[in-house]
């Protein structure tokens, strides 16, 4: 058994021991939701952040209950739960005590910090709780976030996350992809995803230049890509159909198996914007998708890259 094998079989040995019940996804649930937070109303057994209160919550309350109440009526039964960098940081545990409760429904994405030493070690310890990826991003670096990839820790990250299979989930902007491009030219085998689209289209300008660098990370073969966050980009309103073309053009360099579904809830669900419309964009709108096509993009790829443990 090689090493990479061993810590998978560890995870699933992790993983079944936490399934006390039987937890299934039903036939009529069958798509997964790459991306949603999630977060309790109070601050009394999970400390919110330096600098965070619970005035800064909104909504007040979002939690696995609430999102699953929007989930299940559009046939989502399973969800990609995003550590929220700016709410608990480094903090895992809500994410994790998540999946204890449900182990077969929710992964996490979560954070480690790479400023400390052994963040390869941290992510190992977290693999077996359901801790399948980790948010990437250089929104929390005060001091010289340029240099965001450059730390001793995260080259260690990325090298871990050749080994474990944990995705490297990028949270950043348009002008951030040619450093991950270069992280990915220095670690071909490390699973990567790119969160919402690069954030393309976040000051509602789909510029073409933006999208042919997003474009060229589909050169390496483990680099996937979420299409989400439908509310904060282009007109940033239902029903979004200015994002088709973007869409269009992801699919055919990196074709639907390395394309998936996400909502970014519970942001997609403030203002005119809705769950339904999110995931009616990709269910209901792409004419250019098979029924298959459509399986990668609300299921299987996210299936691939979070769920295999």
Known sequence: MTRREALHASAILGLSLLAGKADATADDLPWIDAHSHIWPPTADRYPLAPGITIKDLDPPSFTDDELMALARPEGVGRVVLIQHSVFHLFDNSYLID????????????????????????????????????????????????????DTPGMQEMWQ??????????????????????????????????????????????????????????????????????????????????????????????????????????????????TYASSISLVRDRLDFASSEDQQWLLRKTAEKVFFFA
């Open 98 to 149: 998540a999946v204890k409760r449900h182990p077969t429904r929710f992964r996490v994405v979560g954070m480690v910090d790479d400023h400390q030493p052994q963040a390869g070690a941290a992510m190992k310890r977290l693999l077996p709780q359901g801790v399948t990826g980790f948010r990437i991003t250089p929104f929390i670096r005060k001091e010289h976030p340029e240099r965001w990839l």
């Open 160 to 273: 871990t996350a050749a080994e474990t299979r944990q995705a490297m989930c990028c949270l950043i902007n348009p002008q951030d992809l040619p450093a991950v491009e270069r992280m990915c030219a220095r670690h071909p085998e490390t699973p990567v995803v790119i969160d919402h689209f690069a954030r393309i289209g976040i000051d509602g300008e789909l510029r073409d230049g933006d999208v042919r660098a997003l474009c060229q990370l589909a050169r390496y073969p483990h680099v996937s890509v979420k299409i989400s966050a439908f509310y904060a980009l282009g007109k940033k309103q239902p029903p979004h159909l200015e994002l088709v073309p973007m869409i269009r053009r992801l699919y055919d360099v990196f074709g639907p198996q390395r394309l998936m579904w996400a909502s970014d809830s519970p942001y997609q669900i403030q203002g005119p914007n």
